[in-house]
């Protein structure tokens, strides 16, 4: 069965610092993997999501993520933190249902705070 | 702008109470998608529609239920069989192609009176 971890519920930076939030998954099938950002009392706007192809993807607000087939990992990275940058950022893996149907499986999440 | 619109953005429960949450879409998807969000739990599959007429249980079903008779609405009742309804609940949509992302509303939050 797919499943998602990601490594560390908080992640705390400075300002301008580079943000990384890892994400492994597993999956007994080619993935289809999605990073999430969500605010506070809001739903979740997607931030990139790799499907075939290049294995560097780039989102939006400079984030980017690599996937990195031999490691099973999705790591998301920015180069340089903005205050903007605070949330609470997931990772999803598609997986299939027992009816054979398509459904994401979410990460726990990863609490990002920038400091001043 | 198309989007989905869940309602209300905050509901509260009396014991023994059902309540039901909106969620209506204008995105033309044909899968939609109920999720509840618990600190530090992640999102959790409560029930998920491909088509109108048709809905599947997802992980945590249990003291909830679900109506699709149109394509453009999903909504979920919480049933007094819940036993610990409070909670963030998020609805999401999607075409039927699983390299796609799912689109998300604000959610409703849920609490017991």
């Known amino acids: 069965a797919q499943s998602v971890t990601q490594l560390g519920s908080h992640v705390s930076v400075s300002e301008g610092a580079l943000v990384l939030l890892r994400c492994n998954y597993s999956s007994s099938v080619p993935p289809y993997l999605f990073w999430y950002v969500q605010y506070p009392n809001q739903g979740l706007q997607l931030l990139l999501k790799?499907?075939?192809?290049?294995?560097l993807v780039k989102g939006i607000n400079g984030f980017e993520a690599e996937f990195k087939k031999s490691e099973t990992s999705f790591h998301l990275t920015k180069p340089s933190a903005h205050m903007s940058d605070a949330a609470e950022y997931f990772c999803?893996?598609?997986?299939?249902?027992?009816?054979?149907?398509?459904?994401?499986?979410f990460g726990k999440g990863t609490k990002l705070t920038v400091n001043p | 702008d198309g989007g989905i619109t869940q309602s209300p953005k905050y509901l509260f429960r009396k014991e023994g109470q059902n309540v039901t949450l909106s969620c209506e879409q204008n995105?033309?998807?044909?899968?939609m998608y109920w999720y509840r969000q618990d600190p530090g739990q992640g999102l959790r599959l409560i029930y998920y529609s491909q088509i109108v007429n048709d809905f599947q249980k997802g992980d945590i079903a249990e003291g909830y239920s679900v109506s699709r008779e149109k394509k453009e609405s999903f909504p979920l009742t919480v049933t007094s069989a819940q036993k610990n309804p409070t909670a963030f609940y998020l609805c999401?949509?999607?075409?039927?192609?699983?390299?796609?992302?799912?689109?998300f509303g604000d959610g409703t939050r849920l609490s017991i009176l």
């Open positions: 999803a893996v598609s997986a299939i249902t027992q009816g054979g149907s398509e459904k994401l499986v």
């Open positions: 999401a949509s999607s075409t039927e192609y699983s390299n796609q992302p799912q689109h």
């Open positions: 995105l033309n998807h044909d899968a």
């Open positions: 790799y499907t075939t192809g290049a294995t």
